[in-house]
């Protein structure tokens, strides 16, 4: 039992089931106890693609460098990383894109992170590159940008909603008879909008505000808003939500505060929110046709070259990127830029 446990069970005692939503919420940002807040682990629970292999970062820095250079090349540009993690891929983007003419003199890196114990992780990895450091979007410096988010929007909360016989329910965790957790369902007094046949659907209340403020920037300024993560390309995700502790997939009820909670994207439904905000949207595209289609097939053969007795398994890292049986396929890119906007490169 972990004191987010005793706090989550007091709340339901209290106040009857919670929401999913606000279970997620309480496990990772809960400021005492929450897994973003006081993990020393944080981070390792979940290996990503830019720990997997650093052609990634390098590849999505140079991504970035094409794309300032298709704004215009402004002055100076914001690169932005919600959610850096470690900081590997920041300082892998930052490294690779030095050989773009101006780029690295135009760069200021800002990362977007509300994790005290992972704050402390990037500013010692990033120190050289000096980041402007903000808790949330709408505090950023306002500017041209390019946004590139891996792995962020999967951890955002999410609402759960089922379909039976009596309409639609919400997924909700309560009590058991003897005090432990459970999952359960509530009439729900919102019901969201499903496509047809429809009967599980996941939502993220946190993905309009979010979408909100990147349509609020990128009329204000040039930029780009780059966003990979798993999920479904078009049909909407149902029930999704897992834990992770230790890199193996855990029970989310057993250690609150302790698994970092994680759920399928809904890409879909994120492309109709920026549409209707009046966004230019590209993609979804699986992640491997995206990477391949920026060179990482090129790039990864010139690593192995040089990599020596470790060339195979610097190549075997970076091929499971963009195999279709792995994360080629799992994964999925959206770009989201102004309507006037030329397509995004690998799109």
Known sequence: MTPLFERIRDLIRMEGPIPVSVFMTLCLHDPDHGYYASNPGIG??????????QVFGEILGLWAAHEWLEMGAP??????????????MMADMLRASKVAPGFRDAVRPILIEASPVLAEVQSQRLAAYNPIRVQELATAPEGPFILIANE???????????????????????LSTTGELIFGRTPSPDPPHAPPGVDQLERAPGMAGLVIELAGRLARHPGR????????????PGDTLRAYREGRQADPLTTPGRC???ADVDFSYLAQLAEAAG???????AQGEFLLRLGLAERCARLKAH????????HRAAMRLVDPLDMGSRFQAICLSPRSSAAPAGF
């Open 152 to 174: 962020f929007l999967d951890c955002l909360p999410i609402r759960q909603f089922v379909r039976d016989n009596h309409g639609w329910a919400e997924r909700c965790v309560g």
């Open 75 to 88: 002055e100076t540009i914001f690169l932005v990383e919600p959610g850096p993690g470690r900081g590997v």
């Open 260 to 262: 970092d909670l994680t």
């Open 44 to 53: 390792r629970d979940f290996q990503t693609a830019p720990e997997i292999s």
């Open 225 to 236: 808003a780059l966003f990979i993560d798993y999920g479904p390309a078009a049909s909407p």
């Open 307 to 314: 990599a020596g007795s470790q060339g195979e398994s610097v």
């Open 279 to 285: 966004l230019r949207v590209d993609g979804p595209a």
